[in-house]
């Protein structure tokens, strides 16, 4: 990103984000009180946009702790929690404006078991325009992950150990799987987040010698939507979990013994998956 | 603290950032200000009491959000009170020497408020009620409550989604110990007459609640806020995570068994550097056994089929005080808990996902990393919290000659 355009963005950011605070630290009080009769309702609308995160099977909405899903290495499986984080969402713009998403401080976790982490709204931050692509990073980057940064569950949960790499878990995905035709399920984590370099390839912390950063940028082209003031527009972003497993890299859950916080081939390899993971759609009204 | 968080804080943000950050601290500032002084009716009926805020010092790494109810504000005279509370076995309402039982009966400092497993009056550390039966579970430990977000007891029925209303916070501990079978089987008019009777409680009451009228409801706040105050954060490993102690290289290396997944995976239960509580406070069902008959897992105050056999992953901070180990106490030591984790798991339908180590029945650990392991986990004691005067006994309760 070029420095004028950065700081044109931080301008309008800083406007657009003190437009926001008003409207979102005022009007509910505003709202509140009016209740009570002490002071007005204020009437400007806020523009709003609310990113929904869809989690799917194929083109089924993911049903948690089902046995009924299936990937192209003939497993089974169920997922029991699915937790992941996005950042720095980005709205490109048809004039070359860029619009970075800056609440949370640009990260939002999603958590299949907890409804209102399947959405995040940007507020009244969004410059009204037509956007023809959105981008964003799965997971955070090295800038943005770092240890101690939440200090509160649900997201503390997502640490990352530091002798491992420090930061947190980009996602964790809990499974469990079986071959066809056999009874017993075992457990799967699917964990992501900063890979290690072992000397010798010999998995003992005590050997690693270098760290890598997995996480990844996802740029999806979408067909132009535009938000004009006041509007509330619906951006749905939708995660196949079947893709993690059935990309370019058929994820074989046997070959890597049950877990993959410490096999930096299998979290290469399933992020290379991941970046086909991600679809999005833009719908008008809220939720 | 203040400085403590204001690094976090700063840290948190890019530079760049950081004056549209300040910004609009300041636009919410105001408009709290706008706010506070437009709604200031509302907020004076609220208040009820002229008791002094408590404090809650947050150690360094520790969660920011505490669980503390706004109808039962921490106060100087509510923890007292309740301090005074917890330990006074009249509380049980009845005054006979053998019949006296209190919060801190079971609940004993020197084991951070278990009982402990060579209790003279409670065989092998299962605790028993005035009746002489014994409670559904072993204990858990009283260590850092006012960070238990998602439920308290070990199937978390204690928690804001129980359909009971009376059963939903610590606050409800109280009244539900008097009468539990298992524990006082007392009866809440007689306990709170007993007290009201007590010359100096009324007093103590009117300070904390301002009424001297004594009732099971404030009983139970001031119990509460004293439990919120049992805070332990002065291990080693705390001391080693500020910089101020290292760890020995036979406790280091337990600390990487516990975070890695090729080791003893145990940080993704029980936290540890990033989870300085050493519990997530969430349920698993960590392979102990493939037939399950107790009534009160996680299963049942959830109904759902993959919490069955589930309780909660206790803390690990004192665990060198808190045996025996598990719901039912099944361990008698920190050996035995390892020796499980290492080579006895058993699969179940239900067994978490975590447990991902069940394909091999545990973690599969060498004699010395087990030792390493269990000296890392002795790191987590915290000697202090044990002997700390303000959570032990008053020297005088009310009404004490």
Known sequence: MKTSGNMRIQLSSLCVFIAVVCLTAGLPALQSCTKSGITEEGTSKPTTLIIRFENMVDTLPLVLDTMKYKNLADDYYKVTDLQYFVSNVTLHRDDGIVYRALNNDGIHYVDARIPSTLYWTINASVPPGTFDSISFTFGLNAEMNYSYRFLNPPERDMNWPEILGGGYHYMKMNLSWRKSGMNRAYPFNFHLGIGQIYRGNIINPDSIEGYVQNFFNVNLPASAFSISQGQVRLLVLTMNINSWFNGENEFDFAKYQNMMMQNQNAMHNACLNGKNAFAVRFTSGGK | ?401
């Open chain 2, 1 to 401: 603290m203040k400085i403590e968080r204001k690094a976090l804080f700063e840290k948190s943000f890019p530079v760049s950032s950081y004056p549209i950050i300040q910004l609009s601290s300041i636009l919410q500032l105001a408009f709290l200000l706008i706010i506070s002084a437009s709604c200031t009716k509302s907020s004076q009926d609220t208040t009820t009491s002229k008791a002094t805020p408590y404090v809650i010092r947050i150690p360094k790494y520790f969660p920011t959000e505490l669980n503390i109810p706004a109808d039962n504000p921490m106060t100087v005279e509510g923890v007292e009170l309740g301090r005074y509370l917890f330990y006074d076995g009249r509380i049980s309402g009845r005054t006979e020497p053998d019949s006296l039982m209190s919060c801190s009966t079971c609940h004993v400092q020197a084991h951070s408020f278990v009982c402990g497993i060579e209790n003279p009056r409670f065989q092998g550390g299962h605790p028993r009620g005035l009746t002489g039966i014994l409670t559904p579970h072993f204990m858990l430990p009283m260590i850092n409550l006012v960070w238990v977000t998602n439920g308290y007891l070990w199937n978390g029925s204690l928690s804001p989604a129980n359909p009971l209303q009376a059963k939903r916070r610590l606050e409800d501990m109280c009244w539900m110990a008097i009468v539990a079978p298992h524990e006082i089987s007392g009866d809440t008019s007689r306990s709170r007459a007993l007290i009201q009777g007590i010359e100096g409680y009324p007093e103590l009451f009117e300070k904390a609640f301002g009424s001297k009228t004594v009732t099971v409801k404030n009983m139970g706040r001031a119990i509460a806020q004293f439990v919120r105050t049992l805070i332990s954060a002065n291990s080693k490993f705390d001391r080693f995570l500020e910089g101020k102690a290292q760890l020995s290289e036979k406790e280091r290396k337990g600390y990487v068994l516990f975070m890695t997944e090729t080791g003893g995976d145990c940080f993704h239960c029980h936290g540890g550097e990033g989870n300085p509580l050493f519990t997530t406070n969430l349920f698993y069902n960590n392979g102990l056994d493939s037939v399950f008959v107790d009534p009160l897992d996680r299963y049942g105050f959830t109904h759902n089929s993959m919490d069955v056999g589930a309780y909660v992953a206790p803390t690990l901070r004192n665990a060198a005080y808190t045996a025996p180990y598990m719901h039912d106490g099944r361990f008698k030591s920190l050996e035995e808990v390892i020796d499980f984790y290492s080579s006895g798991l058993v699969w179940s339908p239900s067994i978490s996902t975590l447990m991902h180590h069940v394909s091999t029945r545990g973690v599969q650990l060498t004699p010395s990393q087990k030792s390493d392991l269990k000296d890392f986990i002795l790191t987590l004691t915290d000697s202090s919290f044990v002997t700390n005067s303000e959570f032990s006994r008053p020297p005088r309760l009310p009404g004490e000659k």
